[in-house]
């Protein structure tokens, strides 16, 4: 079963950058492409970035494109989001999540409790 724990949230000031982590378990990781979420209260889960099982093609969300950055460590399970020129219309909860297809858009069944990211000066 997929266990997620996501890290490295905080309060950062407009223009900042902080490095997210997620370490997985639970199932085969170089095996499925890895995604980062992000939610705030009363919106949608927003998709922000997918990563190929190996690591060869990424996708980003166009609100995040070109600042931020997902990479992902296959020897420890890890799967990463550098998140550079920080905006307030960042701060959100993060999550990772886990998908064998590069393209899955449908939801997830369950979910870590994610990373808290704040973005204020």
């Known amino acids: 079963q997929f266990q997620p724990v996501e890290s490295g949230g905080g309060l950062v000031q407009p223009g900042g950058s902080l490095r997210l982590s997620c370490a997985a378990s639970?199932?085969?990781?170089?095996?499925?492409?890895m995604r980062w979420y992000r939610q705030v209260p009363e919106k949608e889960r927003e998709l922000v970035a997918v990563i190929s099982n190996l690591g060869f093609s990424t996708l980003y969300s166009d609100s995040v494109k070109g600042r931020f950055t997902i990479s992902r460590d296959n020897a420890k399970n890890m799967v990463y989001l550098q998140m550079n020129s920080l905006k307030p219309e960042d701060t959100a909860v993060y999550y990772c999540?886990?998908?064998?297809?590069?393209?899955?858009?449908?939801?997830?069944?369950?979910w870590g409790q994610g990373t808290q990211v704040t973005v204020s000066s």
């Open positions: 999540n886990a998908h064998r297809d590069y393209s899955y858009s449908g939801d997830f069944a369950s």
């Open positions: 639970g199932f085969t990781f170089r095996s499925y492409s």
